[in-house]
């Protein structure tokens, strides 16, 4: 099979012919038909020290959001047929520890990452363990299908706590900033501000539902603007997507008092607060998101999805081959872009 192979410890990815992979009592093999482009791609892609941090597998097939059909199955299983539409949960949960035995496998003590830890998704097949697999309706589109794994994260930080008739900041409008624009304006947000550097991402953003508001951080005081438009008061709910530190600064600074703040964007080194000022003499409540809750995030990501409500496919806004996955992981680093989709099959 035709798949996007990190061959080795530096820059790069190349298209290769592999065998397709052969699974186990517990796994299913999947026909992939459409992937999407994560930011977890591009470190891949760079082999920069993130890759090394997490212990990356190498070498490998890269690649973790995607969508395909189901076309065998190992004897162990027994929720996912032959023929099911399935999107892959990226973390593969032990089943056996504290966590997982407490209904939090997605923080799983020896949890294991698809396309990180194991043979990814920009193949014609892929095969994942059984929990893992997320049966779709029939009449989903594979490109829907292909964003549910981080439009699930949007779902996880934005409802993680009262929402609805509360002001909320979105920092950093990639695709899941966007999707968490769209979670929020459903969900009842009373106004949502959406803050980024880039233009492109920021003029997208505004689509995603009505009068929300852009904000330029290069170029417009994001405080004094949110500040000025909650009345003096600051936000209620603030989901940071960005993860940098000037992004996180600022969203502290913007959430108001007994707010709520989701960290979700990861920084490649530590940030300094004013905890006093911003943590403390607020009552703020600060959540740490990361992926998405197995399975609550997804069945209330199934809902909206299947409700009409919302339009993820706003967000998609360039596809490319499986030939071209050099070219779509460089779209995605470069930024002027929403969700990068890979057609496979
Ligand atoms: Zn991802
Ligand atoms: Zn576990």
Request: glycine share 4%; aromatic share 0%; no cysteine.
């Given at each position: 099979m035709k798949a996007a192979y990190?061959?080795?410890?530096?820059?790069g990815i190349e298209i290769r012919d592999i065998p397709v992979p052969k699974i186990s009592s517990n796994e299913v093999l999947v026909k992939v038909k459409k992937a999407a482009i994560c930011g977890t791609d591009i470190h891949l892609y760079e082999w920069n020290d993130w890759c090394e941090n997490v212990n990356a597998k190498n070498p490998m097939v890269i690649g973790h959001e995607f969508c395909g059909e189901v076309v065998e199955v190992g004897k162990n299983v027994r929720s996912i047929k032959e023929g099911y539409l399935v999107a892959g949960e990226t973390h593969i949960p032990c089943g056996q520890c504290n966590m997982c035995k407490t209904g939090k496998q997605h923080i799983c003590q020896n949890m294991k990452i698809i396309g990180v830890h194991t043979d990814g998704a920009f193949a014609e097949y892929i095969k994942i363990p059984e929990v893992c697999a997320w049966q779709l309706s029939k009449s989903t589109s594979p490109e829907v299908g292909a964003i549910y794994e981080p439009f699930a994260i949007a779902v996880h930080g934005v409802l993680k706590d009262k929402i609805a008739g509360l002001s909320t900041v979105i920092i950093g409008a990639g695709p899941i900033g966007m999707f968490a624009v769209e979670v929020a304006n459903v969900a009842g947000s009373s106004q949502i501000f959406v803050v980024d550097i880039n233009e492109y991402r920021l003029n997208l953003a505004i689509?995603?539902?009505?009068?929300i508001i852009a904000l330029n951080s290069n170029k417009e005081d994001v405080v004094k603007v949110i500040r000025e438009k909650t009345g003096g008061i600051g936000a209620e709910v603030v989901i940071e997507l960005s993860g940098s530190t000037a992004g996180t600064k600022n969203g502290f600074e913007v959430l108001g008092k007994s707010g709520r703040i989701c960290l979700i964007g990861l920084h490649s080194k530590e940030v300094t607060l004013?905890?006093?000022?911003?943590?403390i003499y607020k009552e703020s409540t600060i959540y740490g998101i990361t992926g998405?809750?197995?399975f609550d995030s997804w069945y209330l990501a199934d809902n909206l999805m299947q409700s009409g409500k919302i339009d993820v496919k706003k967000v998609i806004t360039h596809e490319f081959s499986l030939d071209e996955t050099e070219k779509a992981i460089l779209t995605a680093k470069e930024g002027n872009c929403g969700k990068v989709i890979l057609n496979i099959s």
């Open positions: 990190k061959a080795n410890r530096e820059k689509k995603m539902g009505k009068n004013d905890l006093v000022n911003n943590v998405r809750e197995m």
